[in-house]
């Protein structure tokens, strides 16, 4: 008889930690990120937001980054960039 593996679609549990740093409660002159999967029209989500964060909330200036796409993750090249670049890190998609 033939043996057969089945595999489990139960995911372990991780059982580390991380501190999220508190919101800043001012946005004037912190730069601020976003980071895009490369849905369609997210560019045009980061511009129109990008705008209002600069012109009403005082941003410094608005950092509009891109993943290769919106299936796998940042390259660690991508995230070690705008990190270091910004305050604040938005990500999301549009369609």
């Known amino acids: 008889m033939a ?3 089945v595999l489990s679609p139960i995911g372990g549990t991780r059982g580390t930690t991380t501190d999220v740093p508190a919101l800043p409660a001012d946005l004037r002159g912190l730069t601020i990120g976003f980071l895009d999967n490369t849905k369609h029209n997210f560019d045009r989500l980061v511009q129109g937001i990008g705008a209002v964060l600069v012109d009403k909330l005082g941003a410094a200036r608005v950092v509009h980054m ?3 796409n919106a299936a796998t993750g940042a390259a660690p090249e991508i995230i070690a960039a705008i990190a270091k670049e910004c305050d604040l890190v938005f990500t999301g998609s549009a369609d």
């Open 3 to 5: 043996k057969i593996s």
């Open 66 to 68: 891109r993943k290769a």
